[in-house]
């Protein structure tokens, strides 16, 4: 038997390991922090999407998602540096 680490989300399901391909960072990302129902650091953020699926060509990933996240209006960084969904209302 594997030694591996299986993440269960809060509805009981098991993510698949390509449950993020296709998706684009932002909604990767979303649904992510949502599974995980608290903020999430960038290198966790990119590591977890490169694990469950995206597919990239850059060449410092951590530094694409951070400077996607920070340039979208849907997230908000929390005081200890982790990222958040914004709530609908919210200003940047």
């Known amino acids: 038997s594997g030694s591996g680490v299986l993440l269960v989300d809060p509805y009981g ?38 694990k469950r699926g995206i597919e990239t060509r850059s060449k410092n990933f951590v530094a694409t998602v951070y400077s996607t996240l920070d340039n979208s209006t849907k997230f908000a960084r929390t005081p200890a540096g982790g990222w958040t969904i914004k709530e609908e209302g919210d200003r940047a």
Do not use: C
């Open 13 to 50: 399901r098991l993510p698949t390991a390509q449950d993020f391909a296709g998706l684009g960072i932002v909604d990767a990302a979303t649904r992510y922090i949502k599974e995980m129902g608290k903020p999430a650091s960038t290198r966790e953020i990119a590591d977890t999407l490169l």
